[in-house]
């Protein structure tokens, strides 16, 4: 019941990933293997696909994870999610401070009072090393870590390396 997650609760795969934001890895995979899971699969009903936080990079990581729980406030997870693998420029070089984090959110439309408010009250600081906790406890410890089904992959592999271990995953 993940609210940031994507398809059929009811699918027999389900794909976890654990990322950060500013992680270059994980922009590529959001661009390339990512984006063809979600067409491929869960688009279609095959798969369900789950994003957990992994906000390790530093404070522009854990402010960027926490700011798209306060997207999540509005239903905008996922759009905000996007836009903010499009708009990534390197680790800590302030591309995900606090004040174009607020922009991001304006830009996208969102209610920015109660966005600003969620973010300058640390609303999620909590949830998001909850997550980044629990991504260690499953021996993550870098990103983007996958799990499909109980299978683990680490970085931003091929698209066919994921694809056969999702179609594996489908003849069971």
Avoid at 50 to 63: K, R, T
Avoid at 108 to 122: E, I, P, V
Avoid at 152 to 170: M, T, V
Wanted: with cysteine; aromatic share 16%.
């Amino acid at each position: 019941n993940d609210p940031r997650s994507l398809g059929n609760p009811d699918s027999p795969v389900v794909i976890v990933e654990f990322a950060d934001f500013q992680c270059p890895y994980c922009g590529k995979f959001f661009q390339e293997s990512g984006q063809k899971i979600i067409d491929q699969y869960v688009k279609t009903g095959k798969a369900r696909f789950v994003y957990h936080d992994f906000a390790f990079l530093g404070p522009e990581s854990q402010m960027a994870s926490e700011a798209s729980w306060c997207a999540q406030d509005q239903s905008a997870f996922w759009q905000y999610h996007d836009y903010l693998y499009a708009n990534q420029q390197g680790e800590n070089r302030g591309a995900f401070s606090v004040q174009y984090l607020k922009e991001f959110a304006a830009t996208l439309k969102l209610d920015t009072a109660k966005f600003n408010s969620c973010l300058d009250a640390g609303t999620y600081s909590d949830q998001v090393k909850k997550d980044t906790e629990l991504g260690r406890l499953l021996g993550v410890d870098g990103t983007p870590a996958i799990f499909i089904n109980s299978q683990y992959f680490s970085g931003a592999l091929p698209f066919s390396e994921f694809q056969a271990a999702i179609e594996a995953e489908l003849a069971k």
